[in-house]
């Protein structure tokens, strides 16, 4: 069964930091994946697509790596609206799996 | 601008049916394919099924294989998802979401509750 990783499940950094997600995907998939992060209380919204292309009005602080079966989302520098859950998900072919969510929040 | 509203989400008891509307506007429906996923209370997301631009194309997760049907109606410019023989497992807000190119999931609905209970 394909599967989609995360790591670590939860972080907690300072304001100002620089944050690294990681996501792993069973078998490759090219560079067909997407971040999403989801606020508490609120929809999803995408922020990277094809691994690495910010979505339109994204802050630059998100950056998004990766090809075949390891991929990373980067935040630059860490700000209080950044804290909510970010997950990654497959988009090549079906099923389209989400990965399990890594937890960010503010020391 | 893209609107995306669910609708048809309520209470129903374990193997019972409900249908799920996504009602679209902002954008020409029948261009983009379309998802469905779900969020369990307190969990995390959970791809559901899939459809392609013209409806000729659908995929499931195994957890919802021969029990959902995804479909659309161009001339409403309406999403569908049938739900049959629930599960009390399957209770969870339900997203209606467009594509953009490449199968991501770019615009997002508000979300339909959908809770099986006895």
């Known amino acids: ?107 | 601008q893209v609107q995306l509203v669910e609708s048809g989400g309520g209470v129903v008891q374990p193997g019972g049916s409900l249908r799920l509307s996504c009602a679209t506007s902002g954008y020409i429906f029948s261009n983009y394919a379309m998802h469905w996923v779900r969020q369990a209370p307190g969990k995390g997301l959970e791809w559901v099924a899939f459809i392609s631009y013209d409806g000729s194309i659908d995929r499931y997760a195994d957890s919802v294989k021969g029990r959902f049907t995804i479909s659309r109606d161009s001339s409403k410019n309406t999403l569908y998802l049938q739900m049959n023989s629930l599960k009390v497992e399957d209770t969870a807000m339900y997203y209606c979401t467009r594509e953009r190119r490449g199968f991501y999931s770019e615009y997002w609905g508000q979300g339909a509750l959908v809770t099986v209970s006895s």
């Open chain 1, 1 to 107: 069964d394909f599967q989609m990783t995360q790591s670590p499940a939860s972080l907690s950094a300072s304001v100002g930091d620089r944050v690294t997600i990681t996501c792993r995907a069973s078998q490759g998939i090219t560079n067909s994946l997407a971040w999403y992060q989801q606020r508490p209380g609120k929809v999803p919204k995408l922020l990277i697509y094809a691994a690495s292309s910010l979505q339109s009005g994204v802050p630059s602080r998100f950056s998004g790596s990766g090809s075949g079966t390891d991929f990373t989302l980067t935040i630059s520098s860490l700000q209080p609206e950044d804290v909510a859950i970010y997950y990654c998900q497959r988009c090549n072919t079906g099923p389209f799996t989400f990965g399990p969510g890594t937890a960010v929040d503010i020391k």
